[in-house]
């Protein structure tokens, strides 16, 4: 029941945009995107609950698509500051809990 | 802002011991929950708990069990620890179990 995610680790420049995919075999009742930075606690940074749903700030933004299977996470112009470990957490339509992907690992350069 | 508490950065015990770890919360949220946190393996959630003295088993419970006496403190108790139970523990905190949650900074255990 855990999502995978993809790719497991990325490296940009600083500028660059990247993509995080978190996928499930079961639709999902929602998904969760949290930030963990090396040394530090995950930090959440938002939830899609609606098939079609985008939301999210300027650079960093996330959607959920319409069957509800896959979520995706975009970083735009990437900032040092983005760099940790990007964690989805998915909620199965019928279960109790929230259940945690692997992590991908984001490293960004100057 | 929830501020969760967990008692210990870094602990080293020695196999066998029975281990504590204490996460307290200041926000009288119902949810706490406890992970461990594995490279390349994610978040892997060990028990949750809805209520004072209300506790379900996560993915990964064996070898451990909680306690919560009072509404603000969640305890993950390793009744004898053992060497595979070296890892990143973090204890996290949620209005309900579908909403944010919030967590603590963790606390690394090593069992020698």
């Known amino acids: 029941q855990q999502p995978v995610q993809s790719p497991q680790a990325v490296i940009l420049r600083e500028g660059e945009d990247a993509v995080i995919n978190c996928s499930s075999s079961?639709?999902?009742?929602?998904v969760h995107w949290y930030r963990q930075k090396h040394g530090e606690a995950p930090v959440f940074l938002m939830i899609?609950?609606?098939?079609?749903e985008q939301k999210g700030h300027e650079k960093i933004s996330a959607s959920f698509n319409e069957k509800k299977q896959q979520s995706s996470l975009y970083l735009t112009a990437s900032q040092l500051s983005y760099s940790g470990t990007y964690f989805c957490?998915?909620?199965?339509?019928?279960?109790?809990?929230?259940?945690f992907g692997q992590g991908t690992r984001l490293t960004i350069n100057p | 802002d929830v501020k969760v508490t967990q008692s210990s950065r870094y602990l080293v015990k020695r196999t066998g011991e029975k281990v504590f770890l204490e996460c307290v919360q200041d926000?009288?949220?119902?949810?706490m929950f406890w992970y461990r946190q594995d490279p390349g393996l994610g978040l892997r959630l060990i028990y949750f708990?809805?209520?004072?003295?209300?506790?379900e088993k996560g993915d990964i419970p064996e070898g451990y069990s909680v306690s919560r006496e009072k509404k603000e403190r969640f305890s993950l108790i390793l009744e004898s620890a053992s060497t595979n139970q070296t890892s990143m523990y973090l204890c996290?905190?949620?209005?309900?179990?579908?909403?944010?949650?919030?967590f603590g900074d963790g606390t690394r255990l090593s069992i020698l």
């Open positions: 957490g998915s909620v199965i339509q019928g279960a109790q809990k929230l259940v």
């Open positions: 079961k639709a999902l009742y929602s």
């Open positions: 899609l609950l609606k098939g079609g």
């Open positions: 926000m009288d949220h119902e949810n």
């Open positions: 708990s809805y209520d004072v003295k209300m506790k």
């Open positions: 996290a905190v949620a209005g309900t179990r579908y909403q944010p949650q919030h």
